[in-house]
């Protein structure tokens, strides 16, 4: 189903995101996070960076092609148990 773009009067495609389809995605967390947990976290790049927005913490930004939302799910989980803090998740499109 397509959306009708109320400015232009034409079709915007609908994202075809889905719970089990790939997908690439960057996730945000609050405190450092060793490139070494990049296996565990489903082969995710991991780039640690001191922010002053976040009063000189660490944050940690992951990206990477998941295989579908229950592989997110899992990552998430590992990140909970390490117990950083979530700032963000966002779906970047599907994989090329």
């Keep these: 189903m397509n959306k009708i773009d109320s400015q232009h009067s ?3 495609p609908t994202p075809k995101i889905s719970v089990d389809q790939p997908a690439v ?5 609050l405190g450092k996070l060793s490139q070494d947990w990049s296996e565990r976290l489903s082969g995710m790049t991991i780039l640690s960076y001191n922010t002053v927005l ?3 913490m660490d944050v940690t930004t992951l990206t ?4 579908d ?4 799910a899992g ?8 117990r950083l803090p979530l700032l963000a998740v ?4 599907y994989p090329e």
């Design 10 to 12: 034409e079709r915007v």
């Design 25 to 29: 995605y960057t996730i945000k967390v």
């Design 54 to 56: 976040k009063d000189g």
């Design 64 to 67: 990477g092609k998941l295989q």
């Design 69 to 72: 939302q229950t592989e997110l």
């Design 75 to 82: 990552v998430l989980s590992t990140l909970y148990n390490l």
């Design 90 to 93: 966002e779906y970047l499109g």
